[in-house]
């Protein structure tokens, strides 16, 4: 078993900000390789950090995005984007079908993550 260090939730919110953006494209990766027990265990990893320390979107699109009229209700989208990586999570973790869940949650992180 690998060791973790954990990020300490009480850290900087521009650390977590980075963090988590790293981690969203880590998890964008991950939805493109095949289905499989080692890309499941990837898939269960990352998802829980994200779930564990959810940035709001807005932390995160600032780092690439000059935040304009575009994104102005970027925080209402904040529930429904973490409820549907909850979502896939929970497939991923019961081994339940979570392509076509897979691959909106990818169009939505390449929308997120899309350079400025």
């Not at 990893?45 to 600032?62: F, N, S, T, W």
Request: net charge negative; with cysteine.
């Amino acid at each position: 078993m690998a060791s973790t260090v954990p990020l300490p939730l009480d850290c900087a919110p521009t650390l977590h900000a980075e963090f988590a953006y790293l981690l969203m494209g880590d998890l964008r990766l991950l939805l493109d390789d095949p289905s499989d027990l080692q890309t499941s265990r990837w898939l269960l990893a990352v998802l829980d950090r994200l779930l564990a320390i959810r940035v709001p979107l807005e932390a995160i699109l600032a780092m690439r995005h000059s935040l304009g009229t575009d994104w102005r209700d970027i925080n209402a989208l904040d529930a429904p984007f973490y409820a549907k990586l909850q979502r896939l999570r929970d497939r991923v973790a019961h081994r339940k079908p979570y392509v076509v869940l897979a691959n909106d949650v990818r169009c939505e992180l390449h929308e997120l993550l899309a350079p400025a």
